[in-house]
């Protein structure tokens, strides 16, 4: 079975500062998914990045950026430019390749971010 | 668009009750899932909808929780009887049948205190 491991529960970062979540996995297929939500204190969980493990190329979304290291099952999400809104819970989770019926989601225990000013 | 809606926002009621959350997905969506948070421990999948039939229920936890989508458009999650160790926040998610990431967008959550 796959497992998502989040090992930071608290992270704090100065604004404009950079940060890195930490999220290791186990699995033991070849082709999968990847993904950063984030839940605000609002609750709603939004999908920050995601990765496709067939790619090389780490992905991207405007000052969030992922480190994907396939060998060795490491899945970061980095933030640059830290702003208060980006105070929020992080959760790093797992998805089996599309085909077939599995699409559910494999979660870790998420990391608080706290964003000062 | 209008996102993925969930009500309650929140609900308490006492060991034994029935409660019943609601999730209407994105319009368009045919799949729709649930996903609960316990305090403390990591959000767990319970099951998966594509329109109206249970594609994979394999994480509800017991048959005290029975979950329908009627018509393959909003989905009810009913606990009867509700436990103690049921109180947590019920997730709903919805995506499109196609796609390759199968993006999976969430509610705000209910919120479920069972005293």
């Known amino acids: 079975a796959q497992t998502v491991t989040q090992s930071q529960p608290e992270m704090s970062v100065q604004e404009a500062e950079t940060v890195t979540l930490s999220c290791t996995y186990d699995?033991?297929?070849?082709?999968?998914?990847l993904f950063w939500y984030k839940q605000p204190p609002s609750r709603q969980m939004i999908l920050v990045i995601r990765?496709?493990?067939?790619k090389q190329q780490n992905a991207t979304e405007n000052r969030f950026s992922v480190n994907f290291q396939k060998a060795a099952k490491s899945f970061s999400l980095k933030i640059s430019d830290s702003q208060l809104g980006d105070a929020a819970m992080y959760f790093c989770?797992?998805?089996?390749?599309?085909?077939?019926?599995?699409?559910?989601?494999?979660w870790g225990l998420g990391t608080s971010l706290a964003v000062n000013p | 668009e209008a996102g993925v809606t969930q009500f309650p926002s929140h609900s308490v009621i006492e060991k034994g009750q029935t409660v019943t959350l609601r999730c209407d997905p994105i319009s368009g969506h045919d799949n729709l899932y649930w996903y609960r948070r316990v305090m403390g421990k990591e959000i767990k999948f319970l099951l998966h909808f594509v329109k109206e039939s249970k594609q994979d229920e394999s994480g509800m936890p017991n048959n005290r929780f029975l979950a329908e989508r009627t018509g393959g458009t909003y989905s009810t999650l009913k606990v009867q009887p509700a436990e103690l160790e049921d109180s947590g926040v019920y997730f709903c998610?919805?995506?499109?049948?196609?796609?390759?990431?199968?993006?999976?967008?969430f509610g705000p959550g209910t919120r479920l205190t069972v005293l």
């Open positions: 998610a919805s995506s499109q049948a196609s796609g390759a990431t199968d993006t999976q967008y």
């Open positions: 699995t033991s297929e070849s082709d999968y998914y």
């Open positions: 989770a797992y998805r089996s390749p599309f085909a077939g019926n599995n699409r559910k989601l494999i």
């Open positions: 990765q496709e493990a067939y």
